[in-house]
């Protein structure tokens, strides 16, 4: 690879969202490489904090749709509850061919600062976001509310905690990046 190929696929990386995805599997090598790079993140004492439950197929998809949606409706009273967002956490896990929860297993010496674990998550999912990009897969981070309760869906080990969805799913051309301000507007040189 070439650095202009790496400028490329750094600055072509984009969300892309459930509603734009196609009706195609992801096969699971893919998805297996794609955590595989994870892995290999920048973690401060190699605490490694990274966890990731995937979710792949109609079954699991639907079942935790439906979960995001019936636990939305169980904490919002009616003035509060919108049958608009119910419906979309209901149904945008149809829409992706996987789901990735993005999750934490906070260092049990608390070597480190909880900050710099996860920053070192965040770096695993932009190598997660990198490589599907490359693939051609859409992706998107999503952080609903909803995720401290995503241990009343899977259960997740003392010290862990979900702190994202990864979305995943082929999509019709991906639109092209926004636009960014310059570099120059947010440096300064000493």
Not at 109 to 130: C, T
Not at 142 to 164: A, H, K, Q, T, V
Request: with cysteine; proline share 7%.
């Amino acid at each position: 690879m070439t650095i202009e190929e790496v400028h490329q696929l750094i600055r072509n990386r984009r969300a892309v969202y459930p509603a734009q995805y196609i009706d195609r599997e992801i096969p699971d090598q893919l998805i297996k490489n794609i955590l595989e790079n994870a892995n290999w993140a920048p973690t401060h004492k190699l605490t490694q904090p990274w966890r990731f439950k995937v979710m792949k197929g109609a079954p699991i998809l639907k079942k935790f749709g439906t979960f995001m949606a019936e636990k939305y409706r169980s904490l919002n009273d009616l003035d509060s509850f919108s049958v608009a967002k119910y419906e979309k956490l209901k149904m945008n896990p149809q829409k992706a061919a996987v789901i990735i929860a993005i999750c934490m297993q906070r260092d049990s010496r608390n070597r480190v600062p909880e900050w710099e674990e996860l920053a070192s998550v965040a770096m695993a999912v932009q190598n997660m976001w990198l490589t599907s990009s490359a693939y051609g897969i859409g992706s998107y981070w999503s952080s609903p509310n909803l995720l401290e309760y995503f241990g009343d869906f899977e259960p997740l080990n003392e010290g862990e905690r979900c702190i994202g969805l990864f979305y995943m799913g082929y999509a019709s051309p991906i639109s092209k990046h926004p636009p960014r301000q310059p570099i120059e507007d947010k440096v300064k040189w000493l």
